[in-house]
């Protein structure tokens, strides 16, 4: 399982141990400024950082962004 | 004029009652009128001021083995004695006695809303599931400290049972501090008269935690289960994957009734037709009233991303989307309704064989 959330510390102490860090509180996976082509960009960005993280080992509750790159 | 005399019943174990050792574990509820065994030290304690009118014993295992029913059983028996003081055990660090005994003095105490009392070794699991529901005396490990528990319990029974009350309090309560009764904590928040104001006290504490001096903390946190972290997926391609949210999307009109605050209640939606890709956004409704909605209802996929994972559905990144989107409303809803609800969607979803989720929230 991976959480995004954009308050990724409730997540990170309620025990989730992959959670990613989403864009805004009013809007998790997308950013209403950019154009629908920018945007789905981004989702899809989103949605691809998840589906690494889901094949990523961790060891406990572990925060990840769209652009660390770990 | 003699004050009357408080009546008192008390919960003992087979081996504490004189009914025999682990071989008798399994023995059911006796009564016996009058003290038994420890009731002794029990009834010395309480001098003149009260009255042991009778003794509950049962077997640990006969206890432990349906925490329900047997509490009830136990209720009624107490219940016949009209007590006004209810003590169990002490249990030190015996855990299926403990857990009987904070069982009891639960019961007892939310259904004839008399003092219950009993008393721990802090290691017993007894004082974490019932520390909130009954006075528990901090014990030693061992029945070795029998005479000094069962002298800390009744000094707190009668305590309770005098009817003073307790003058740094605001609301007009006999709520006696764990650090002079030596009790653990109820967990219990009270708003107090204090000498300092709050922004003082907050100095004086965060100064005392720098400085690494003891505090101690008007409110303490809770601590969350470590949860095994599922091992990492090998293979995308062969998966199925789930979406479930907790940001309140439902369809217009709100049919399975969540609330916008402390809302209890998932259900599912088949994404074909709630999330169709030629969505209309006067369809939905965000019943989630702890963000502002307007961004998630011109495009739920910005909440729910059915769109962006079928591309890598399509594309053969991931094997496949589950047809069901699984929906609640997470806003101030209680950390252990949450738990239980994410127990119940889990199951759900292991049923069905998937293999991941996407949870989103907002």
Redesign the interface.
């Known amino acids: 399982m991976i959480q995004i959330s954009a308050v990724p510390n409730v997540a990170q102490m309620v025990g989730v141990n992959r959670v990613l860090r989403g864009q805004t509180i009013t809007c998790v996976v997308g950013n209403s400024v950019l154009t629908r082509e920018q945007e789905d960009d981004l989702r899809r960005k989103y949605v691809l950082r998840s589906l690494e993280l889901l094949q990523k080992d961790v060891d406990g509750p572990t925060l990840f962004t769209l652009d660390d790159g770990s | 004029m003699t004050q009357k005399k408080l009546r008192v019943v008390h919960y003992l174990n087979q081996f504490f009652g004189q009914i025999g050792g682990e071989d008798k574990a399994d023995v059911g509820f006796s009564v016996q009128e009058g003290p038994v065994g420890p009731g002794m030290a029990l009834k010395n304690a309480l001098g003149d001021q009260a009255e042991i009118v009778a003794t509950v014993i049962c077997g640990d295992n006969y206890y432990s083995k349906d925490l329900d029913n047997t509490s009830k059983e136990g209720l009624e028996l107490v219940k016949k004695y009209e007590p006004d003081l209810f003590f169990a055990g002490p249990a030190f660090h015996a855990g299926r006695y403990g857990v009987a005994c904070g069982s009891m003095c639960k019961n007892v105490g939310e259904n004839l809303g008399i003092p219950v009392i009993t008393g721990m070794f802090e290691e017993n699991p007894g004082v974490n599931m019932y520390q909130k529901y009954a006075y528990i005396i901090k014990t030693g490990n061992s029945a070795r400290g029998m005479v000094e528990a069962v002298n800390k319990m009744v000094k707190l029974g009668l305590k309770l049972t005098s009817g003073e009350l307790n003058e740094h309090l605001v609301l007009d309560e006999v709520r006696p501090r764990p650090e002079e009764y030596d009790y653990f904590s109820r967990i219990i928040i009270r708003n107090e008269y204090t000498k300092q104001i709050t922004a003082e006290r907050c100095l004086d504490l965060l100064l005392a935690k720098i400085k690494g001096e003891p505090f101690e903390s008007d409110v303490v946190m809770p601590v969350?289960?470590?949860?095994e972290?599922?091992?990492?997926?090998?293979d995308?391609s062969k998966i199925e994957v789930a979406l479930v949210s907790d940001?309140g999307l439902v369809p217009k009109g709100n049919p399975d009734g969540f609330s916008g605050r402390g809302n209890l209640r998932w259900t599912t939606y088949e994404i074909e037709d709630f999330l169709p890709e030629d969505y209309s956004k006067v369809d939905y409704e965000i019943v989630h009233t702890g963000?502002?909605?307007?961004?998630?209802l011109?495009?739920p996929?910005?909440?729910v991303?059915v769109?962006?994972?079928r591309?890598?559905v399509s594309q053969g990144?991931?094997g496949k989307l589950h047809p069901t989107f699984f929906s609640t409303s997470g806003n101030a809803t209680v950390?252990r309704g949450c738990a239980e609800m994410g127990v119940e969607i889990a199951a759900e979803l292991k049923n069905r064989g998937i293999d991941?989720?996407?949870?989103?929230?907002?």
């Open positions: 969350f289960e470590r949860i972290p599922p091992a990492a997926i090998p995308l940001g963000y502002f909605p307007v961004e998630v011109e495009n996929n910005r909440l991303p769109e962006a994972i591309e890598q990144k991931v950390s991941a989720v996407i949870l989103t929230s907002t």
